[in-house]
C-alpha cells in the first residue's frame, strides 16, 4: 500500500511539473506570437510610410510641372489659376496598396517676409519694420513686440527699445537660449521670441513667412491683413475694394490700383508674380498617414528647385 502510494505520490508530482512545462511553452509561445504581430505591424506602418513618402515626392513633380507651364503660359500669378486649386483626395492604387493623396499649394509671397525686416546691411529696415507693426497691431499683438524680432535677428548685442530683447533675457530661461543673430530658418523660430506665446502665434501665423531672401509681396493673392500693413493710410475698405479687382483674373495694373493708396516706395514692394510657393502634401496609405511640407522655387526662367521640407510641421 505505502509502496503504491507512493508511485501515485511520484506520478502527481510528475503530473504537474508536465503541466508546469505546457504552461511555460505555451505561455513563451504566446509572447513570440504578439512579438511576431506587432513585428509584423511595426513593418507594415513603416512601409506604408515610405510608400506614402514617395507618393508625396511625386506630388512634389506634379506641381512642378503646373508651376512650369503656368510660368510659360503667364508672368503674372493670382488664385484663379490652377495652381491655387486645392488638390482634392485622389486615389492611389498598387500591389498592396491602397489609399489617398491629396495636396495644396499656397504662394508664400502671399504673406509678409520676416526676412525683409534686416537690410542687406544687416540692419533694421525702417519701412518693413513699421509695416510688421502695423500687422501685428491689426492682429492685436503688441507692435512693440517687432523690436524684439529686430534684437533677435540683428548681430548686435543692443537691446531696442521700447520693446527689444537680448540674451540677458533668453539665458535666464529653462532651458537657456541665445538669440539667433541671423535670418528667420522657419516661422516657428519665431515662438522662441519674447512675447509670442501661443495665443499670439495662432494670430500672426497665417499672415507671415521666414524666406531665404528678400522679396517682393504678390499683390495678387496678399492676404487682406498683410495689404492693409503697407501703408498707415489704407483702410479696410480700401482693400474690400482691391479684393473684389483682382477676384477672376488678378491685377492688372499696380500703378492703377495702388497708386491712389500707397507711396511710390510701397509699391516697389509689390509684384503680381511669385517666385516661393509652399506645398502642403498629405497622403493616407492602410492606417498610415504622411504630412509634407515643401518649400518649392521657380525662378524667372521658370525653372523648379525643391529648397526645403518639413515633416509633420509648416515651414
Known sequence: MRRSFRQRERGGVALMFALLIVALAASVAAAVSYDMVLDMRRT?????????????????????????RDAQDTEDDHLGELWAQELPPLPVEGVGIQGVV??????????????????????????E???????????????????????????????????????ETYTTR??????????????GELALIEGFDAEAMARLRPHITALPARTTLNANTASPLVLQAMDENVSASDIERVLEERQEFGIEDLQVTFGGLLTPESITALDLATSFFELRSVVRIGTSRFTMYSLVFRSEQGDIAVVMRSFGSEL
Open 129 to 167: 519694420l513699421e509695416r510688421f507693426r502695423r500687422l501685428l497691431q491689426l492682429v492685436q499683438i503688441d507692435p512693440q513686440r517687432a523690436d524684439a524680432v529686430i534684437d533677435w535677428m540683428d548681430g548686435d548685442t543692443e537691446v531696442r527699445f521700447p520693446g527689444g530683447a537680448e540674451d
Open 102 to 127: 491629396a495636396g495644396r499649394v499656397v504662394d508664400l509671397q502671399s504673406r509678409f517676409n520676416l526676412n525683409n525686416l534686416l537690410a542687406t546691411d544687416g540692419r533694421a529696415d525702417d519701412l
Open 44 to 68: 507594415t506602418s513603416l512601409l506604408w510610410q515610405e510608400q506614402a513618402r514617395l507618393f508625396a515626392y511625386g506630388a512634389e513633380d506634379w506641381v512642378g510641372d503646373v508651376l512650369v
Open 174 to 187: 529653462l532651458p537657456p537660449v541665445l538669440t539667433a543673430n541671423r535670418p528667420f530658418r522657419s516661422v
